[in-house]
């Protein structure tokens, strides 16, 4: 019975894919990174669904940006947090290496306002009011605004 259902649940990803390779967040909507990252992952080593996948993985490729990171959807021209999900579905597909330090780049020099030195030396001398500890840098949704430690 679980083999039944997962086999519809995969044949229903290759059948909602965009035209331009990705998924977006529901049927018939348009391509995003994140539900395309999660269909490339869950369809990569799938038989019968390889043109498919690699498809997604194509347009995976083509969001990413200039500056190294990886941009939400073909429409939004800045990179963000799912620069972490193009790492990640490319070390399944094998990213080459050029672009692989780019985006790691990318990542380790973006950081919330939080891990500024400003406010990190007033929360050092208890001159910041807050219950935020930011003596741990994370990273934000998007550059310039407060970063995550934990999953939301």
């Given at each position: 019975m679980g083999l039944v259902y997962l086999q519809s649940r995969l044949e229903a990803l290759v059948k909602t894919q965009n035209a331009d390779g990705g998924w977006g967040y529901f049927p018939g909507r348009k391509s995003w990174m994140e539900p395309t990252a999660y269909a490339v992952l869950a369809?990569?080593?799938?038989?019968?669904?390889?043109?498919?996948?690699?498809?997604?993985?194509?347009?995976?490729?083509?969001w990413q940006a200039a500056d190294g990171g990886w941009r939400p959807s073909d429409e939004v021209q800045d990179s963000s947090w799912v620069t972490?999900?193009?790492?990640?579905?490319?070390?399944?597909?094998?990213?080459?290496?050029?672009?692989?330090?780019?985006?790691?780049?990318?990542?380790m020099r973006v950081s919330g306002q939080e891990s500024r030195l400003a406010v990190r030396l007033a929360s050092m001398f208890h001159m910041l009011k807050t219950d935020v500890n930011v003596s741990h840098k994370g990273w934000p949704w998007w550059p310039g605004n407060s970063a995550w430690i934990e999953p939301t």
């Open positions: 369809l990569s080593g799938v038989i019968g669904a390889e043109q498919s996948a690699r498809k997604g993985w194509d347009c995976i490729r083509s972490s999900l193009g790492l990640i579905v490319g070390s399944v597909w094998g990213l080459d290496a050029e672009p692989r330090k780019r985006a790691t780049d990318w990542l």
